[in-house]
């Protein structure tokens, strides 16, 4: 039936000389080549209610914190499942969480993580999932800055505050020591951060690892047409994407740098590891700003995971492959971060 | 009528659960976020006849023929540009073409070539053009095998010719002199000669540089459905490539290491460069190879282009992407190959 139904959907468009870019949703087989958690995952299929995001800020308001609910229950079981420790304080005026390892030993180096959610989700602790993973997978210290966010602060409020606990580490830490990473939104204001320091006259980061960073905020880049409907996180940027970035940018130019990084220059960017997946929406994000980065000569160095939509390394602490990501950006980190001068 | 067309189709598909996963070609827009020359190659749209692949033995020897005459038209014009001079020779009884840059400096390093063609395309000189772009634009001694294939020499004579060729080189240039790098079936080849080495007790080429390789010979793997009409030069699988495969298997395993390299014992293997695009149907075939590499602790390094459908690299010498891609693969190989003793 499949088969005798795509011969009539082919023969519909064969009039028409156009083919749909959405409505692809579930029609590609569950791939074999990839792990049983990540397959699991594919065939969940399309997210409901993808293409009915809020629309006023009492709505995003309730969709945040119902996202945020969400999100955190699931936080206690994972922090005591991988042995990471969480204390909370404040750094520069702007809350921050910090994580450790239980068997982690200080060698002077930390990363600070800055998380995802489109400058909307993920407040308070809500976003430390990525954090607490790579404490206890990577085994680094995480500080975790808990930025503000739209619609009560758009743009610059976010990166200010990540710009501010940066600037208060560094303080007590040279930057070599320190690396920034983060995904989607904390992928881009990982770039983000670096663009300022290198303005600000400010030293930069011993290294930065970016996954799938929302690096061009409009849509524009060919995955954002290519693997519309293919990528069962995002969906499509006509969801609650294209809401969020207009409430973040707050009528400022989205092709800025501070806004989409891979319009910066970023000559001069330390070691750079970037993450994306073949069905990821912001594959071309990611690739442009893989290739952006080299052809300014910075070592920048590029995972793409089979059959992987957008962030699901961090969404199942088992699932290899996101085992496997943890483990390379702690690689990553600690071939390229400085340890403490004894 | 765009959107009212996606909306009637849309229509049809939710009333049968199911959407097509052929049909979407030209569906997308052409991205405004690579080169000019990559654009009208993205605009030229699916190739015609795409879906009429040979079927008996004497219409593959037309077609390869005829494709092959289409090929070698442009190369004394390539070579005259580039500035890079061809010589013919053998190699143990295996027919061999030398490529070098008028500017060239002889330090002891070289590179063997295998090139693409899905074990049937490029005969002769016909399968050349990547070899000259090596050596003009990456500026290296490029050693070309016209190895054996099918249909009148099924597996294994192209790798058997291969595996000669590079047993001849060894016996005048140390193997970490030697750099072996290919395209599509070339980049298979290149990762299977390694893998033949190993076995056969030889010394691993230097380096590697296998471009978008047909790293999984049969229909598996992610992007072999999900970018199935959205690359304009293979389209599709169950184009002419699904009979190359049955040519040149000749009845083996297609999951043999030999015909699947991907399937592999890949550790040890010398730093290795993949390259794939965004829009490539053998995307999944890079990535996975990649990260088996990664996962064996080899220096594997990635990059994917913007757009690119399989191969596209090395199809117009004024493209950008394309001569980033050679340049690039001159620095990988400078930066691994060593250079001779004096």
């Given at each position: 039936m499949h088969y005798l139904y795509r011969g009539l959907v082919s023969a519909v468009l064969a009039l028409a000389f156009v083919a749909p870019s959405m409505g692809r949703e579930s029609d590609f087989p569950v791939p074999d080549t990839v792990s049983p958690q990540l397959q699991a995952m594919i065939g969940a299929g399309i997210p409901r209610g993808w293409d009915k995001p809020p629309?006023?800020?009492?709505?995003?308001?309730?969709?945040?914190?119902?996202?945020?609910?969400?999100?955190?229950?699931?936080?206690?079981a994972l922090r005591e499942k991988l042995g990471v420790?969480?204390?909370?304080?404040?750094?520069?005026?702007?809350?921050?969480?910090?994580?450790?390892?239980?068997d982690f030993t200080d060698d002077g180096r930390l990363l600070l993580n800055l998380?995802?959610?489109?400058?909307?989700?993920?407040?308070?602790?809500?976003?430390?999932?990525?954090?607490?993973?790579?404490?206890?997978?990577?085994?680094?210290?995480v500080v975790y800055a808990d930025?503000?966010?739209?619609?009560?602060?758009?743009?610059?409020?976010?990166?200010?505050?990540?710009?501010a606990v940066y600037r208060e580490l560094l303080k007590t830490t040279p930057a070599k020591n320190i690396g920034v990473f983060g995904t989607s939104t904390g992928g881009a204001m990982t770039l983000i951060l670096a663009l300022r320091a290198k303005a600000e006259g400010l030293p930069l980061p011993g290294a930065l690892a970016s996954g799938t960073p929302w690096a061009q905020m409009n849509k524009k880049g060919d995955s954002y047409f290519t693997n519309e409907g293919v990528d069962n996180v995002l969906v499509s940027y006509d969801g609650w994407l294209a809401g969020a970035a207009s409430l973040y940018a707050g009528g400022h130019d989205m092709e800025a740098p501070y806004l989409s990084p891979v319009n910066g220059d970023v000559h001069g960017f330390p070691p750079t590891l970037l993450t994306s997946g073949t069905r990821d929406l912001f594959l071309s994000n990611t690739v442009r700003m893989?290739?952006?980065?080299r052809e300014?000569?910075?070592?920048?160095?590029?995972?793409?995971?089979?059959?992987?939509?957008h962030a699901q390394y961090h969404m199942d602490e088992n699932m290899p492959e996101g085992r496997?990501?943890?483990?390379e950006l702690g690689r990553f980190f600690r071939r390229n971060l400085a340890e403490r001068q004894s």
């Amino acid at each position: 039936m499949h088969y005798l139904y795509r011969g009539l959907v082919s023969a519909v468009l064969a009039l028409a000389f156009v083919a749909p870019s959405m409505g692809r949703e579930s029609d590609f087989p569950v791939p074999d080549t990839v792990s049983p958690q990540l397959q699991a995952m594919i065939g969940a299929g399309i997210p409901r209610g993808w293409d009915k995001p809020p629309r006023t800020t009492e709505e995003w308001k309730a969709w945040i914190a119902a996202a945020a609910e969400k999100q955190k229950a699931a936080l206690p079981a994972l922090r005591e499942k991988l042995g990471v420790t969480m204390t909370h304080t404040v750094m520069a005026g702007v809350p921050v969480f910090v994580f450790e390892p239980r068997d982690f030993t200080d060698d002077g180096r930390l990363l600070l993580n800055l998380h995802g959610g489109g400058y909307v989700l993920g407040p308070g602790e809500a976003g430390t999932q990525e954090a607490i993973l790579m404490a206890g997978i990577g085994k680094f210290r995480v500080v975790y800055a808990d930025y503000r966010m739209a619609p009560d602060f758009p743009y610059p409020a976010a990166i200010d505050d990540a710009m501010a606990v940066y600037r208060e580490l560094l303080k007590t830490t040279p930057a070599k020591n320190i690396g920034v990473f983060g995904t989607s939104t904390g992928g881009a204001m990982t770039l983000i951060l670096a663009l300022r320091a290198k303005a600000e006259g400010l030293p930069l980061p011993g290294a930065l690892a970016s996954g799938t960073p929302w690096a061009q905020m409009n849509k524009k880049g060919d995955s954002y047409f290519t693997n519309e409907g293919v990528d069962n996180v995002l969906v499509s940027y006509d969801g609650w994407l294209a809401g969020a970035a207009s409430l973040y940018a707050g009528g400022h130019d989205m092709e800025a740098p501070y806004l989409s990084p891979v319009n910066g220059d970023v000559h001069g960017f330390p070691p750079t590891l970037l993450t994306s997946g073949t069905r990821d929406l912001f594959l071309s994000n990611t690739v442009r700003m893989h290739l952006k980065l080299r052809e300014a000569g910075v070592p920048a160095d590029l995972i793409v995971f089979e059959g992987l939509s957008h962030a699901q390394y961090h969404m199942d602490e088992n699932m290899p492959e996101g085992r496997f990501h943890f483990e390379e950006l702690g690689r990553f980190f600690r071939r390229n971060l400085a340890e403490r001068q004894s």
